[in-house]
């Protein structure tokens, strides 16, 4: 099953919005959280992660929020420009455990175009 | 300079017919990834290996066969081809250490077209 759930599946803000996408896991073993930004005909790239030490954290315009009683994080992109539009993808692993390393479980991403 | 790179980048072919794609990275990485990215842009993982070892084997068709004949290099190799095996496939790699095993880097994809 969808082991992290993310949402929403597409969103549209003016340049300079804030827009925020969400993402939700079940399993409380996941204890690193990185968010992929992805352009068209392009690997996903990293942009962000978390451990669930802290609740936040920032780098540039963008922001996750961490809730690990709700077992959420949400990724918020602050002053958002044209080139802010891709696809983003939340993703969850657990690290330092030989039979995971660098298995990430995405999300099913979410489709953010910024209009000028 | 390119850091994960993977050819070709476009592949047409037809049912039932074998096909290969090859992955080089020059990052110094230990581990390297095939991940599967369907028409609806889902990404799962398909295999992984550490300097040659696979480590990860998700449950994919026996017509699916990684090879990697030095840590810098994974190919995938596809027998059989069939219509569902359309996707983009993605080869990655990270480190070994502990901070950044989880911290992939990805190609740029190989779209297969299977008609």
């Known amino acids: 099953q969808q082991q992290v759930k993310q949402s929403p599946q597409s969103l549209i803000v003016q340049k300079g919005g804030i827009p925020i996408i969400n993402c939700a896991y079940e399993?409380?073993?996941?204890?690193?959280f990185p968010w992929y930004q992805q352009f068209p005909g392009k690997g996903p790239a990293l942009l962000i992660a978390i451990r669930p030490d802290v609740s936040e954290k920032k780098e540039g315009r963008f922001t996750i929020s961490f809730n690990k009683s709700a077992k959420q994080f949400s990724l918020h992109i602050m002053d958002s420009q044209p080139g802010d539009s891709a696809t983003y993808f939340c993703a969850a692993s657990i690290e330092n455990r030989g039979s995971t390393l660098g298995r990430l479980y995405f999300g099913r991403g979410t489709q953010l175009t910024v209009w000028p | 300079d390119t850091a994960v790179s993977q050819t070709p980048k476009y592949l047409v072919t037809q049912m039932g017919n074998d096909k290969s794609i090859k992955c080089e990275q020059n990052?110094?990485?230990?581990?390297m990834y095939w991940y599967k990215q369907d028409s609806k842009k889902f990404l799962k993982i398909m295999f992984s290996?550490?300097?040659?070892?696979?480590?990860i084997n998700e449950t994919v068709p026996n017509r699916f066969s990684p090879k990697s004949p030095d840590k810098a290099h994974l190919n995938l190799h596809i027998n059989s081809l069939e219509l569902g095996d359309s996707a983009v496939y993605f080869c990655?790699?990270?480190?070994?250490?502990?901070?950044?095993?989880?911290?992939?880097?990805f190609g740029a994809g190989s779209r297969l077209t299977v008609l």
């Open positions: 990655a790699s990270s480190p070994r250490t502990s901070a950044g095993a989880n911290v992939l880097t």
């Open positions: 290996y550490n300097n040659k070892e696979l480590i």
């Open positions: 399993n409380t073993a996941f204890d690193y």
């Open positions: 990052l110094g990485h230990d581990t």
